[in-house]
């Protein structure tokens, strides 16, 4: 059995129950019938947070996100953008810690019938999303890869940070997804970005080296419950199992294919610790040649050292977490790595 993945186990084949007590297990199941939960989530997040936060945490999900924007500058100065919206009756105010992000009210205007929508002044784009590719912040005319490109809001980010200049391969292994990937790269005005379709965990038969990796990896999407309730009982913990085999297989890829001394950031949305923190710790421990570096930004939360009371690698509280219960946003995990130098 891969490392770190007994603890999937632990919790996949029921004893989980050793995480918590009798009465809490009969609470969380009072929870998770009052919530609309699956009771072996309200365990988890019993078992990791306490009772109170986890009650917390489900009154977050009964309350709508805002909406963001990110102001696509390959298109329009963001003046010009921010006097359009304006005129129009939209609300915005910047993200503190993203230079074009901004929380948007659009006053039951749908943010994607605007004409400038359409002619890609704006990104449609969650906080933490935008958040993701500031923490990796790729220089110009540098060789990066977008891991799991689609529907493309990274990619596009990352080609505007870029100013269109170097390459972004943008890998998307879904067909119909690539379709969207294709037209969001088209809409907002991307030259420097190749699409390929295909499954990143064979990025390294394309012989590049690339000095920046992105790879928001496909999850549960366990932090997406305000967003699409349907999560609180579509995903079983063998889903998690399965998108934490993945994730390593994945991290894996990346690593090997990342020049020496170059940078990676993981992401997920999910809150899940078993694809976020023990994935990242099982990874310090079987690839010697990496190490979590800071995030040079202020958001969130640190990641947790020890989930479930299990102790992980120290420099895990270099990562961060969003939590709809402390932030608002959508849950995410955002991590960055950094590759050796040869000697």
Not at 45 to 61: H, R, S
Not at 235 to 256: H, V
Request: hydrophobic share 35%.
């Amino acid at each position: 059995m891969e490392r770190g993945h007994w603890r999937l186990n632990l919790i996949a084949n029921g004893s989980d129950r050793i995480l918590i007590g009798k009465e809490q297990r009969k609470r969380a199941k009072e929870l998770a019938k009052q919530y609309g939960f699956l009771p072996y989530m309200i365990e988890r997040y019993v078992a990791l947070w306490g009772e109170q936060e986890a009650i917390q945490f489900l009154k977050a999900c009964e309350q709508p996100i805002k909406k963001s924007i990110r102001l696509n500058t390959l298109r329009a100065t963001v003046e010009e953008t921010l006097s359009r919206l304006k005129a129009k009756g939209v609300r915005l105010e910047r993200v503190p810690w993203l230079d074009t992000g901004y929380n948007a009210d659009f006053n039951h205007i749908s943010p994607g019938s605007l004409l400038e929508h359409m002619r890609g002044f704006y990104y449609v784009q969650g906080v933490p999303s935008m958040t993701v590719a500031k923490a990796l912040s790729p220089q110009p005319e540098s060789l990066v890869v977008d891991m799991a490109a689609a529907p493309g809001g990274k990619t596009t980010h990352m080609a505007q940070m870029m100013n269109n200049s170097g390459v972004v391969v943008s890998i998307e292994q879904d067909r119909l997804r690539t379709a969207s990937l294709e037209s969001n790269i088209h809409r907002c005005g991307v030259t420097n970005s190749i699409v390929l379709r295909g499954d990143s965990r064979k990025i390294n038969q394309l012989g590049i080296v690339p000095d920046y990796i992105l790879l928001d990896a496909p999850c549960s999407g366990e932090g997406l419950i305000a967003l699409d309730p349907s999560r609180k009982r579509s995903k079983s913990m063998a889903d998690i199992r399965f998108c934490a085999t993945k994730q390593d297989a994945l991290l894996d890829s990346a690593i090997t294919s990342l020049a020496p001394g170059g940078t990676l950031v993981y992401s997920t949305c999910s809150i899940a610790p078993e694809e976020n923190e023990f994935v990242i710790d099982d990874l310090l421990k079987r690839r010697p040649e990496t190490k979590l570096v800071p995030i040079d930004i202020e958001f969130g939360i640190p990641a947790y050292p020890n989930p479930y009371g299990v102790e992980l690698h120290e420099s895990l509280t270099l990562a961060r977490r969003f939590l709809p219960h402390k932030h608002n946003l959508e849950g995410f995990f955002i991590c960055r790595i950094e590759k050796e130098e040869s000697s």
